[in-house]
């Protein structure tokens, strides 16, 4: 038998024993675009409420000195600081990397790991183990209406339902459905919810 036979084999094996989701955390394209357009607008807001006050217009396009300062240029200072404030939290999530991780299916040593990135500090990594033997269930979970829902969550023993799906807009049901029956067979499990 050749070697790459051999090793075409063995990464086979691996395939079947070992499944690993990854999941994209606060690197998403929407969370960027949100820290982009607060952080101007907000600098707009916060440049056209210190012009009120100082009666000297900092914006070339836009004349905010006839504002008066109280109350349209304090509100409008209070919003930019406000929107300002938003921008910094989302960018340092996505320094950070807000729950990025994967989610680990381990059929050879019948384990089940979850791992997130959470804020810095003492419990920065957060990690879940389960045993093959405490999962009952797949269940997938739809609402649909004004905040629509979809996620896949993994169902234990102990009636606890851990999601595996990540933060992000809704898939398509034909892409959860799929990704929920696929994990179900893996794991030789029950899916629920359809």
């Known amino acids: 038998m050749s ?7 063995s990464s086979n094996k691996i395939n ?28 707009g807001f916060l440049l056209a409420g210190i012009s009120s006050y100082f009666q000297k217009n900092l914006i070339f396009f836009i004349n905010s000195t006839e504002l008066s300062f109280l109350p349209q240029g304090l509100v409008m200072t209070f919003y930019g600081v406000v929107a300002i404030s938003l921008s ?10 807000i729950g990025s991780g994967y989610n680990e299916f381990d059929k050879e040593n019948e384990l089940i790991r979850i791992v997130r990135r959470g804020f810095p500090g003492k419990n920065r990594q957060i990690l879940l183990v389960y045993s093959f033997k405490n999962i009952k269930s797949i269940k997938i ?51 629920e919810g359809l």
């Open 141 to 191: 979970n739809i609402q649909d209406g004004i905040n629509p829902k979809r996620i896949i969550y993994l169902c234990t023993k102990d009636q606890r339902e851990i999601p595996l799906t990540p933060v992000e807009q809704p898939r398509s049901l034909e892409i959860l459905e799929n990704e929920a029956s696929e994990l179900a067979r893996f794991l030789n499990i029950n899916l």
């Open 88 to 97: 910094l939290y989302i960018a340092l999530t996505i320094f950070w990397d």
């Open 3 to 9: 070697l790459n036979k051999q090793i075409n084999m």
């Open 16 to 43: 079947t024993l070992l499944k690993r989701d990854m999941i994209v955390g606060s690197r998403r394209f929407s969370n960027y675009f949100w820290t982009f357009i607060l952080f101007f607008g907000g600098l």
